[in-house]
């Protein structure tokens, strides 16, 4: 079985797009998100983009590993709204990412199966405009070591192509010597090999983040 350590989301939040269905107005848009913290501020903003609105329904999807999601019908008929919208975040197979559906009443009911259709519909079209990318799912990993072995960390690091996230230099308050501290991230595919060559050093240690 082939190790997967890749997932697909949206680059950028593309421009709103706009679904009508017998005088309502459905509002489409697509914001790449990393927590659930972000989803309530962009609630807000909408709401205030659109006053006279009368549902802000949504769907979001995050993780890669572990996958959390929630729908919110925000008022509509139970799973007529948020369902049909993660149901595209599903269909296009993507992941951190916040769908919000604005609706606007234009006075006429659409029942259900409209409501389900004009919801999916506007999610598909949002979501046909969005950049979609790759991205690797990495693992990180604090190296500590003696200011004496930073070429042979570098070494590894550059030999391996690993990408440095931070760096930093503190005195050791027992030999008042420097140490060296650099965060590194890997494909997931490629932790533990990496781990392994760090371990096996001498005087370098190695730990996740």
């Known amino acids: ?9 949206i680059e950028f939040s593309p421009s709103a797009v706009l679904f009508k269905e017998k005088n309502s107005k459905f509002f489409g848009y697509a ?5 659930e913290d972000q989803v309530k501020p962009i609630i807000d903003i909408l709401r205030k983009e659109h006053p ?35 149901g595209q975040i599903q269909s296009f197979s993507v992941t951190n990412i ?19 259709s004009a919801y999916k519909t506007t999610a598909q079209m949002i ?9 690797t799912i990495d693992i990180h990993f604090i190296i500590s070591f003696d200011y004496i072995n930073m070429n042979k960390v570098m070494r590894v690091i550059k030999e391996k192509k690993l990408a440095i996230v931070t760096q930093e230099m503190e005195i050791n308050e027992n030999s ?14 490629n932790a533990e090999i990496i781990f392994d060559i760090f371990n096996s050093i001498f005087e370098i240690n190695i730990k996740k983040c």
């Not at 914001?31 to 927590?35: K, Y």
């Open 1 to 9: 079985m082939e190790f997967k350590d890749t997932y697909n989301t």
């Open 31 to 35: 914001f790449p998100i990393q927590s």
């Open 52 to 86: 006279t609105a009368g549902h802000y329904c949504y769907a979001y999807q995050i993780g890669a590993d572990t996958i959390s999601y929630r729908a919110n019908d925000d008022g509509e008929p139970s799973n007529s709204a948020g369902m049909p919208i993660y």
């Open 98 to 116: 916040l769908i919000v559906v604005v609706r606007i009443f234009g006075g006429v009911k659409l029942g259900v199966g409209g409501l389900i």
């Open 127 to 135: 979501l046909q405009t969005c950049k979609i990318v790759e991205k």
């Open 176 to 189: 008042g010597l420097p140490i060296g501290k650099i965060e590194i991230k890997t494909r997931k595919k």
